[in-house]
């Protein structure tokens, strides 16, 4: 097993060539062998023509690279990612997650990446593994993991979610926010308190009356190709994603079909997330918690 860093510990005193060959001279590989293996590393990496760079003089997409050529040269069965594309900005990100992803194809090798950022994790995995506190929440595919989270920190983790105390008056049949839904969800006793997850961008904004569940649109931010909206629905607030424009103050109604209801057993994690007042009140723990000017932590 070979490990990317997150911080690449290349070593500052070689250069490209000699960082990628450093694990095959360890290992007693002829100078022959490890010219062919660096120039094909190099070339996977599309690093060619950098062999005697040196290595702080490379970007840190570059750096990243040569980590990643570094460690592939000794032909691990498996290559740990610990965070490794924390230290780039956003672009470069996304273009070394496309980068790792066909190196894995075309190596075969198996990848265990490690990640705090969610949409990374559903879009470079076959298979994701939530954890908190060292223990596993959740194994699944990322599809099964987003659309069918086992709890309310992995509903929370991966991806944005409303997730609401609900119970269950039946199979098919959920009660939350004052009002009947039919679902999808079965096998829950009568009667048990639940979460209930609905995803922002399933949530459909109709015209506010008596039939339908309404809110107060607290908070409108335009994000590209949706507003994000922050609705206020019998005090619990609702996070929206939607091409439908709406305006701070306006009243508006909430439709939301049966299979975009989701329906988890009460966790440990049950009453933590999911409202979206709690966001403003966390930062504000947060500053009180701040040390003073001239203090340390």
């Not at 702080?56 to 610990?82: C, F, H, T």
């Not at 709890?151 to 983790?157: I, L, T, Y």
């Not at 590209?224 to 439908?244: C, H, L, N, P, S």
Request: proline share 3%; aromatic share 8%.
């Amino acid at each position: 097993m070979n490990t990317i860093f997150q911080k690449y510990a290349l070593f500052p005193h070689l250069d490209v060539y000699d960082n990628v060959a450093f694990g095959m001279r360890v290992h007693g590989k002829s100078e022959r062998e490890i010219r062919a293996k660096v120039g094909e590393m190099l070339g996977m990496v599309n690093l060619n023509g950098f062999e005697h760079r040196g290595v702080e003089r490379l970007s840190g997409g570059q750096q990243q690279r040569v980590a990643i050529a570094r460690a592939l040269a000794n032909e691990p069965k498996v290559l740990l990612l610990d965070e490794p594309l924390g230290a780039l900005d956003l672009k470069l990100r996304k273009d070394m997650q496309v980068e790792l992803k066909k190196i894995q194809q075309q190596t075969g090798i198996t990848f265990l990446f490690v990640t705090h950022d969610q949409e990374e994790a559903l879009s470079m995995s076959d298979e994701v593994v939530v954890m908190d506190g060292g223990a596993i929440q959740q194994i699944g595919t990322p599809i099964d993991i987003y659309n069918e989270p086992k709890n309310a920190f992995v509903a929370d983790f991966i991806g944005e979610s409303n997730i609401l105390d609900g119970v269950m008056r039946g199979d098919y049949l959920v009660e939350f926010a004052g009002r009947k839904f039919r679902c999808v969800d079965k096998g829950f006793r009568a009667d048990e308190p639940v979460d209930v997850v609905i995803r922002p961008e399933d949530v459909d904004i109709v015209p506010a009356d008596g039939d339908r569940l309404t809110g107060t649109v607290q908070n409108v931010t335009f994000k590209g190709v949706f507003y994000e909206a922050i609705v206020d629905v019998r005090g619990f607030k609702w996070m929206i994603q939607t091409t439908d424009f709406v305006r701070t103050g306006e009243k508006i109604g909430i439709s939301v079909q049966p299979d975009e209801i989701h329906v988890m057993r009460k966790s440990k994690y049950s009453g933590t997330f999911g409202d979206y007042s709690t966001y403003s009140d966390e930062m504000d723990e947060d500053s009180r918690a701040l040390p003073a000017d001239g203090e340390a932590e």
